[in-house]
């Protein structure tokens, strides 16, 4: 008789964990699946935004939350922020995030795509001086306990610690619509806004050796539109581009002509097309602006109902500024077509000049009187000599610990940057100017404090100057001509 084959009792478990691995592996990708698409966004509308607006002095709503496990992406829709007077101050139609699996190797946030679809802001300069967006924070309960976080260590070269890093592959801004209301420095409420503005980073990164490519497009509710393309380096802050701004009205901005004269900015646009570098924390600051061309057309500026500049065109081309080097070279500086009146009161002054001086009535912030009485009187005080306090015992247990010094944050070399190119602005400059023109202005002047009333009128005013340089003393080489009409209306030149 055959003896029967012994049975390997280890031969069907590695055939055992390969069934069980097959069985788990879609069981744990159908729970990751339920809790990503499900109970994130679950979650999120559960508890986040009730956290968040336990902080806050406002209310945060969220329409809906949506979450792709797999490709660990996240969309907000019809997200809102309103404050305590329900006004809104903060809104998204969409946010898009898509967080890419390579941040648990790069140490640091890295995007595939942030997406902001018609996001809204409002800031509003309060009557009180403060940002509506200020308030938006709860203060800190002063009865909590508090936890004191030690201070990072600063770098071992005593250098600044660098940005965070972030990358994002592409950034992009939709229809923006930006708002601005000041209660507090324009002496009427002033309103400005901003819609569209939309703009594409096409690669983000904080990485010192990253250029930042940036293109923005901005239109203002009065047509006014601002373009800027350039490019951004974060570790250090440099920046080169290139700004033009088109049909500004300057009547928008009377508020603020009001909060410091009497004067009255009626009507004028501003365009503007200049190119720019700035590197204020590098190891070599540079600040250059090349000016292109800036102009004014049409001005007018009235006083009492009556008018005092008018029709004026104002033109500045060719601008190059070195503030590092202190040099500054103008090509020409043109003012046409205007229209100027002075008048002179009976008692000798000119309106004018009043007209100009600062309004101190407005948003100042009241002095307290000094108090009144006789001044009270101070009981002396007598001092007794004491030895100098001993040193304190490191081995003692009570001695408190020194606190940490606290490095310096990634923006000190740009503040400090800046400082250093404000105090090198006070030195001496290089300055050139190649032409300055008047052409075509008329220039009427009353006067009535004369015995008979006098009344000047000047047109044709014609003036050309230059070159003017600082190292010859700023000496004026000028030719003039202009053309007076007397009392009877018979011109003369």
């Given at each position: 008789m055959r003896p029967k084959a012994k049975t390997s009792l280890t031969a069907p478990r590695p055939r055992r964990w390969r069934r069980r691995l097959l069985i788990a592996t879609p069981i744990v990708l159908a729970l990751y699946a339920l809790v990503g698409f499900f109970g994130m966004p679950w979650a999120l509308q559960r508890w986040a935004v009730p956290a968040a607006n336990d902080t806050l002095n406002g209310t945060l709503?969220?329409?809906?939350?949506?979450?792709?496990?797999?490709?660990?992406?996240?969309?907000?829709?019809?997200?809102?922020?309103?404050d305590t007077a329900h006004a809104k101050i903060l809104g998204i139609d969409r946010f898009y995030g898509n967080?890419?699996?390579?941040?648990?190797?790069?140490?640091?946030?890295?995007?595939?795509?942030?997406?902001?679809?018609?996001?809204?802001?409002?800031?509003?300069?309060?009557?009180?001086?403060?940002?509506?967006?200020?308030?938006?924070?709860?203060?800190?309960?002063?009865?909590?306990?508090?936890?004191?976080?030690?201070?990072?260590?600063?770098?071992?070269?005593?250098?600044?610690?660098?940005?965070?890093?972030?990358?994002?592959?592409?950034?992009?801004?939709?229809?923006?619509?930006?708002?601005?209301?000041?209660?507090?420095?324009?002496?009427?409420?002033?309103?400005?806004?901003?819609?569209?503005?939309?703009?594409?980073?096409?690669?983000?990164d904080t990485l010192a050796d990253h250029e930042?490519?940036?293109?923005?497009?901005?239109?203002?509710?009065?047509?006014?539109?601002?373009?800027?393309?350039?490019?951004?380096?974060?570790?250090?802050?440099?920046?080169?581009g290139r700004l033009i701004l088109k049909g500004v009205d300057l009547s928008r901005f009377q508020p603020y002509v009001g909060r410091f004269s009497q004067l009255h900015l009626t009507q004028g646009t501003l365009a503007l097309d200049v190119t720019y570098g700035l590197a204020p924390a590098d190891a070599a600051p540079r600040v250059g602006i090349d000016l292109k061309s800036l102009t004014l057309k049409g001005l007018r500026v009235e006083q009492d109902d009556a008018s005092v500049v008018d029709?004026?065109?104002?033109?500045?081309?060719?601008?190059?500024?070195?503030?590092?080097?202190?040099?500054?070279?103008?090509?020409?500086?043109?003012?046409?077509?205007?229209?100027?009146?002075?008048?002179?009161?009976?008692?000798?002054?000119?309106?004018?000049?009043?007209?100009?001086?600062?309004?101190?009535?407005?948003?100042?912030?009241?002095?307290?009187?000094?108090?009144?009485?006789p001044p009270q009187q101070t009981t002396p005080q007598t001092t007794t000599s004491t030895s100098a306090p001993a040193p304190p015992d490191p081995t003692d247990p009570t001695t408190p610990t020194p606190a940490a010094e606290t490095p310096p944050a990634p923006w000190t070399p740009i503040v400090d940057g800046i400082d250093r190119i404000v105090n090198d602005l006070l030195e001496a400059w290089n300055v050139q100017v190649t032409a300055v023109a008047i052409e075509r202005t008329a220039l009427r002047f009353t006067d009535a404090s004369t015995p008979t009333?006098?009344?000047?009128?000047?047109?044709?005013?014609?003036?050309?100057?230059?070159?003017?340089?600082?190292?010859?003393?700023?000496?004026?080489?000028?030719?003039?001509?202009?053309?007076?009409?007397?009392?009877?209306?018979?011109?003369?030149?």
């Open positions: 709503a969220v329409n809906q939350f949506r979450c792709n496990p797999f490709s660990l992406s996240l969309t907000a829709e019809g997200v809102s922020l309103h967080l890419q699996a390579s941040s648990l190797i790069r140490r640091g946030w890295v995007f595939r795509a942030i997406e902001l679809d018609r996001p809204f802001v409002s800031v509003e300069l309060l009557d009180n001086g403060r940002l509506n967006l200020a308030g938006l924070a709860k203060p800190a309960d002063p009865t909590a306990p508090q936890t004191v976080k030690p201070a990072p260590a600063a770098p071992h070269n005593g250098a600044p610690p660098a940005w965070p890093r972030l990358r994002v592959g592409r950034f992009a801004v939709t229809d923006a619509h930006l708002i601005f209301a000041d209660q507090f420095i324009a002496a009427q409420p002033f309103h400005f806004e901003i819609n569209p503005l939309t703009f594409t980073i096409p690669k983000l930042n490519p940036h293109r923005l497009h901005a239109v203002a509710d009065d047509g006014a539109e601002f373009d800027w393309e350039g490019t951004v380096f974060l570790n250090p802050l440099t920046s080169d029709g004026l065109n104002f033109s500045l081309d060719g601008l190059a500024v070195d503030a590092v080097a202190h040099t500054a070279t103008l090509q020409r500086v043109a003012l046409t077509d205007a229209a100027l009146h002075v008048i002179r009161l009976a008692d000798g002054t000119l309106p004018l000049v009043n007209a100009v001086a600062v309004n101190t009535n407005n948003n100042q912030a009241s002095v307290p009187a000094p108090p009144v009485g009333p006098a009344d000047v009128r000047l047109h044709n005013i014609t003036l050309n100057a230059g070159p003017i340089h600082s190292s010859q003393g700023y000496a004026v080489p000028f030719t003039a001509s202009l053309a007076q009409t007397t009392t009877d209306n018979t011109p003369f030149e």
